[in-house]
């Protein structure tokens, strides 16, 4: 069985992709399980997906703990504790990075037991909003790698899951997947399944029994409504929306009615406000303003000009 873990952030098409590869896989013939796994779900916000694959019948569950295939679409989550990149890997594990540097330098840093392969998909691209096409590279790359399918399959997977999209964006998907697949020959094949989990030895776990509180001092109780207001939950927030008020046409109806945590307010002269206690920088309003009033620009930049404002 082959055990493939994605690892990118919210908003370059992880989840996507592990479902194309995941389709294609089932259309040569593998039984195939592929899910994503995140917490917050937001713009930035690391997030994994799994995908495992077999001519057998598969009977595990949950995440992949010991994949066979790691691929990174964004080396800044290697540092980060809780993206936990290397978890599970051995020496038969190949790990592919989008970075800069090459992959002896990154095997060094990380003392990496397997192989490490990478390829720099920023150079591809000429404006950042592009950069939503880095998911469609890391399945064009991993398809090259375990070798289970051609050109053609890989073309078919991604018309089946992109269908409701509009063609110039399917196109652009294709393109980009096949140069990444053309640019892991090379190595094509590298993936190899691992042996079988033995379970005779197996030891079950040592449990610690936690005793049951009374339900009136250990239960939550919620004495009153709209208490959630007085979670700041704009804390969460990694890029921060601006609205561009010279370029607003107060059609409010649009980004406040889209917004999924009711965070932008309408004030008496019909201009829209965002509660930037609450607003999780989902950047929802910015994709759907007609206009193109609201700016988006990184946390830390607001914060800058929050305190040049302070200061005058």
Request: glycine share 6%; aromatic share 8%.
């Amino acid at each position: 069985m082959y055990r493939i873990r994605f690892h990118g952030r919210g908003g370059q098409g992880i989840k996507v992709t592990s479902r194309i590869l995941g389709t294609a896989l089932f259309m040569k013939g593998y039984e195939v399980q592929d899910a994503p796994r995140y917490g917050a779900e937001r713009r930035g916000a690391p997030i994994f997906a799994y995908v495992r694959a077999s001519k057998d019948a598969i009977f595990e569950r949950g995440i992949v703990r010991n994949p066979d295939l790691i691929i990174v679409a964004d080396e800044s989550l290697i540092p980060l504790p809780a993206a936990a990149v290397r978890k599970g890997a051995d020496e038969h594990t190949v790990l592919l990075l989008n970075t800069r540097l090459d992959p002896q330098t990154w095997k060094e840093r990380l003392n990496f037991p397997g192989t490490v392969l990478s390829f720099d998909a920023h150079t591809w691209f000429e404006k950042r909003q592009e950069e939503r096409y880095i998911g469609a590279a890391c399945v064009g790359a991993a398809s090259r790698l375990l070798g289970l399918f051609n050109e053609t399959t890989l073309k078919e997977a991604i018309n089946e899951e992109l269908q409701e999209m509009k063609s110039e964006i399917i196109e652009k998907n294709i393109a980009i997947a096949l140069k990444a697949y053309n640019l892991m020959q090379p190595n094509e094949r590298c993936v190899h399944s691992a042996e079988k989990t033995d379970a005779s030895n197996y030891v079950k776990p040592h449990w610690i029994e936690l005793p049951f509180d009374n339900a009136r001092t250990s239960a939550p109780v919620i004495h009153a409504t709209l208490t959630s207001e007085k979670v700041p939950t704009g804390l969460w927030r990694t890029l921060h929306p601006v609205i561009h008020y010279e370029h607003c046409h107060r059609c409010w109806w649009n980004c406040s009615t889209f917004c999924p945590d009711s965070a932008i307010n309408v004030d008496t002269e019909g201009y829209p406000v965002i509660d930037y206690d609450h607003c999780k920088g989902c950047l929802i309003c910015s994709t759907i303003c007609p206009s193109h009033a609201i700016e988006v620009i990184p946390e830390s930049e607001a914060q800058k000009r929050e305190e040049k404002e302070t200061e005058r």
